[in-house]
């Protein structure tokens, strides 16, 4: 592996910026879009769990149904590529067998051998449904995969606008997500801004770093 | 801005996992921490409220009582720099003004001029306040962060481990977060893996990308 210069990493980052206005003639290269398609998948989560779906959307007229449905933003019409991250809903042992029978598959070795974490993943998630905070517990892992999302985004020159502006119910009607047992949480369109984007160029709001990240 | 490669991100997320023991005699460089440290402070959040503090933990003894509170895992005390996201609890009006008056700073105009902004901030997050869900919407942004940090930091050749696996309440009372507002939700080892590390070469387990990816 060879690493990035930590230039490259900072301008980058220093470069990214809410994208309010996509060039819409601008499609990003299909390479590049399977690196970070691979970017959502190889996200980590609680335990392995992975309780999400990325929802690509490519079908106009169905971007159109989310620009409406997102108070009328132009990002989900106009980007490159739409991305809606779902969150799983009352997790249950079904998504736990089905991690263990993965895990088991691609390390080639057995359900039995594998009790401990079996068991490790049904007393943690039971203890958060019985709070009530489950399914928060599970979104919060959907927003480590936006953030990768991002971050490998910018690394690569690609814009992007993250998203919570929308009606989730809305989506998870349009998407059809509610039936698969998700939720929309957030969304991020990714593609090139518009050279007219009057937001490029406005200084980025951040607090001092002496305010957010304390020493100790 | 020269983008990296789709190969060197791709690697980068591959060769990362979540990496169990670290070689504590090494030692991340001070131009890279600083790299690591721009992302947090880059990171995104919903608009632009940053309702996060990043604790980076140098103290041997600190790190001692963290890693007794997490279960007696070894990474608090073993890795380079170990760091704990905390989200804000209560976000109220004192958080928003704070941050109307850095916008007003940064971009260089007046808080009188950001009326409309306000409204939608103070408006947006007493509307979750109702909802009993804002510490939740909050922790969310956090994650976006750590998501952020994980991703620079392997494209940096930068090996993490994040961790959810302690003691909440531990950590608040041994980093004084409760006093300050905040309330710790996830940590993020950082360093070097082990040479030893029999993490390190453990296939990676994800669900097949037509299981997570869904496309529209």
């Not at 335990?47 to 106009?60: I, Y």
């Not at 953030?147 to 992007?160: C, E, K, P, R």
């Not at 969304?187 to 050279?195: H, I, L, V």
């Amino acid at each position: 592996m060879t690493p990035a210069s930590t230039t490259l990493v900072t301008d980058a980052l220093n470069w990214r910026y809410a994208t309010k206005k996509f060039d819409a003639s601008k499609r990003i290269p299909a390479d590049t879009w399977s690196a970070l398609e691979k970017a959502l998948v190889l996200s980590p989560s609680t335990m392995g769990l992975q309780p999400w779906k990325f929802v690509v959307v490519q079908d106009a007229a169905v971007r159109k149904r989310l620009s409406a449905a997102s108070w009328g933003q132009s990002q989900p019409v106009d980007c490159s590529h739409f991305v809606v991250f779902a969150g799983r809903k009352g997790l249950d042992t079904t998504d736990i067998e089905r991690h263990l029978a993965r895990t088991a598959e691609v390390r080639g070795t057995t359900r039995e051998s594998l009790t401990g974490f079996a068991e490790m993943l049904h007393g943690g998630t039971e203890k958060s449904r019985k709070a009530g905070v489950l399914d928060f517990w599970m979104a919060h892992q959907v927003y480590i995969a936006l953030g990768m999302f991002i971050t490998a985004a910018s690394v690569l020159g690609i814009d992007t606008c993250p998203m919570e502006g929308f009606e989730p119910a809305q989506y998870n009607e349009i998407l059809g997500l509610s039936a698969m047992g998700y939720g929309a949480l957030c969304a991020c369109a990714a593609g090139y801004r518009a050279g007219d984007d009057k937001y490029a160029t406005l200084p980025k709001v951040r607090f001092r770093p002496k305010d957010v990240i304390v020493h100790v």
